[in-house]
């Protein structure tokens, strides 16, 4: 039998799995896509709709080509999460992202259903990449409006909240995609606790710059 490091589909059940036992998913909502191949056909594998996490086996996990001229090549047994365009674009305009995870994590979103994003109250912002987490603008779910929007806003970070719906998290791999994704639904929590307290302070800009620049070689070993 295959581990989940030799098989894609394992890994991207397994991740989907450990999301809801942190907290930071429930049900079935939310989705997790792994960049790949299947044979010589470049693409991504991603969890399918509609289908309980604890009840997925590798033949459910769907591959989607880059390439739409290879889709025929494909023969998938399920159809993929509504959100699959969505990854599929971050994917094209990403080629550095090998992985996304994507939540409806509590406080986050929360957040999102207020068009907030995620300020520099606190220095582990930086983690995703910037000197703030944005909120994505509303667009429909499974939409190509939605898609848009989401990889505009993982163009230079990798993550984001997306208006009225959730988190996005994006890594070199599925484990740091879902670090993220707990990451910035802890942020989140914080910064409610936060406001709770009075007017958030926030770091300067020229703060954010040197945590930014530390980040660069950030839990790295010698």
């Not at 930086?126 to 939409?143: H, T, V």
């Not at 959730?166 to 606790?193: D, F, P």
């Amino acid at each position: 039998m295959m581990t989940s490091s030799e098989d894609p589909r394992l890994a991207v059940i397994s991740t989907a799995r450990r999301m809801n036992a942190m907290g930071i998913n429930v049900n079935k909502s939310g989705n997790v896509s792994v960049r790949g191949q299947l044979g010589i056909v470049e693409g991504f594998w991603i969890t399918p709709t509609g289908i309980d996490y604890e009840e997925l086996v590798p033949e459910d996990i769907v591959f989607i080509a880059f390439n739409p001229d290879q889709a025929g090549q494909i023969h998938n047994l399920r159809l993929p999460s509504s959100e699959w365009l969505m990854h599929k674009k971050v994917y094209l305009r990403r080629p550095d992202v090998a992985a996304l995870v994507h939540t409806h994590s509590a406080h986050a979103t929360a957040m999102a259903c207020q068009d907030r994003s995620i300020p520099a109250f606190h220095y582990m912002v930086a983690a995703a990449g910037g000197d703030r987490i944005e909120c994505a603008p509303y667009a429909l779910f499974g939409s190509e409006e939605l898609a848009d929007v989401a990889a505009r806003a993982l163009s230079e970070r990798n993550a984001c909240l997306l208006s009225h719906h959730g988190v996005l998290a994006a890594g070199s791999n599925l484990s740091k995609a879902l670090k993220l994704a707990r990451e910035v639904e802890n942020l989140a929590q914080m910064y409610i606790l936060t406001c709770q307290l009075g007017e958030p302070k926030v770091l300067t800009q020229v703060q954010m710059q040197e945590v930014l620049a530390r980040f660069k070689h950030y839990g790295q070993q010698k």
